[in-house]
């Protein structure tokens, strides 16, 4: 190797460093997927393609395209996002090859099948982008993580810039495997965030119903952090005296260990008040 090609190498692999580097930083940017990948395609056009997109498939198997980005802002990209038809049982076209499994896929013009071709929905609605925007050269790359194909990143070339090669074929597939690990976190997060506010919410209490009095509560976690925590409000009538009772407390933390300890001291105080059957002060 001359002294010409080991600059050109070194170069390349500075590209790809920074490539990497940047995406990284846009996806550790935000907890939400979609947000997320808008960033990302974001910064691999036109640094890297003249066009990406991106899509995704949730828990039931529904395919969704949630982002696309263009080299020219000023490209018509009507209708290129939304709701995608299923995966076909028998996949012939690259995004349907790739969301049933298989690895990343480098498709020249030659190769590169038509929408007249299509032999699936989603094959014929992923080819409609090239039909408008163009492309000579593509690679889509599955976004797998934990052994799930959690969606999918089409990259494309035009005229303008040199067919895709086996090099970026490793540096997409690279890319890809750090953005299927950022989503994959991204939804655990969700997740842990819904359940955590579905136990929260199912340890309010019910309030009382009580005559002349109208008695409402309002519960508002924090959206910042997991929404669990050690506050609580509670209102109960006592046995025999028939005085309404009203309770606002608060654990430190903001954790399961501080919604439990939560829930004993709420269930322990309301003993205490319809045991002793006396003012707070006494």
């Given at each position: 190797?001359?002294?010409?090609?080991?600059?050109?190498?070194?170069?390349?692999?500075?590209?790809?460093?920074?490539?990497?580097?940047?995406?990284?930083?846009?996806?550790?940017?935000?907890?939400?997927?979609?947000?997320?990948?808008g960033?990302?395609?974001?910064?691999?056009?036109?640094?890297?393609?003249?066009?990406?997109?991106?899509?995704?498939?949730?828990?039931?198997?529904?395919?969704?395209?949630?982002?696309?980005?263009?080299?020219?802002?000023?490209?018509?990209?009507?209708?290129?996002?939304?709701?995608l038809?299923?995966?076909?049982?028998?996949?012939?076209g690259?995004?349907?090859?790739?969301?049933?499994g298989?690895?990343?896929?480098?498709?020249s013009?030659?190769?590169?099948?038509t929408?007249?071709?299509?032999?699936d929905?989603?094959?014929?609605?992923s080819?409609q982008?090239?039909?408008?925007?163009?492309?000579?050269?593509?690679?889509?790359?599955?976004?797998?993580?934990?052994?799930?194909?959690?969606?999918?990143?089409?990259?494309?070339?035009g005229?303008?810039?040199?067919?895709?090669?086996?090099?970026?074929?490793?540096l997409?597939?690279?890319?890809?495997?750090?953005?299927a690990?950022?989503?994959?976190?991204?939804?655990?997060?969700?997740?842990?965030?819904?359940?955590?506010?579905?136990l929260?919410?199912?340890?309010?209490?019910?309030?009382?119903?009580?005559p002349?009095?109208?008695?409402?509560?309002?519960?508002?976690?924090?959206?910042?952090?997991?929404?669990?925590?050690?506050?609580?409000?509670?209102?109960?009538?006592?046995?025999?005296?028939?005085?309404?009772?009203?309770?606002?407390?608060?654990?430190?933390?903001?954790?399961?260990?501080?919604?439990?300890?939560?829930?004993?001291?709420?269930?322990?105080?309301?003993?205490?008040?319809?045991?002793?059957?006396?003012?707070?002060?006494?």
């Open positions: 190797m001359d002294e010409d090609d080991g600059d050109a190498a070194l170069r390349a692999a500075l590209d790809q460093l920074a490539f990497a580097t940047r995406s990284a930083a846009a996806l550790s940017s935000t907890l939400d997927a979609v947000v997320g990948l960033r990302v395609c974001r910064v691999l056009v036109p640094g890297l393609a003249d066009w990406s997109a991106a899509d995704l498939v949730d828990e039931d198997g529904a395919v969704e395209r949630v982002c696309f980005s263009h080299r020219d802002p000023n490209a018509a990209l009507t209708g290129l996002t939304g709701p038809p299923p995966v076909p049982e028998t996949a012939t690259p995004l349907s090859r790739v969301l049933r298989a690895g990343p896929l480098l498709l013009a030659g190769r590169l099948p929408a007249q071709e299509a032999s929905p989603l094959h014929t609605a080819m982008p090239f039909a408008r925007l163009g492309g000579d050269s593509v690679i889509v790359a599955p976004l797998r993580a934990r052994r799930r194909v959690l969606g999918a990143l089409t990259q494309v070339r005229e303008g810039h040199p067919p895709w090669g086996e090099a970026d074929l490793a997409v597939e690279d890319l890809t495997h750090r953005i690990l950022a989503l994959d976190n991204a939804r655990l997060y969700a997740e842990t965030q819904a359940v955590a506010e579905r929260q919410r199912s340890l309010l209490p019910d309030l009382p119903v009580v002349g009095l109208r008695v409402t509560a309002r519960y508002s976690p924090a959206a910042a952090t997991p929404q669990i925590g050690g506050d609580w409000y509670d209102s109960f009538v006592l046995p025999e005296s028939g005085d309404t009772t009203l309770i606002i407390g608060d654990v430190t933390g903001h954790d399961l260990h501080a919604a439990v300890t939560m829930s004993q001291i709420r269930n322990m105080l309301r003993g205490i008040a319809c045991d002793r059957r006396e003012p707070p002060p006494a």
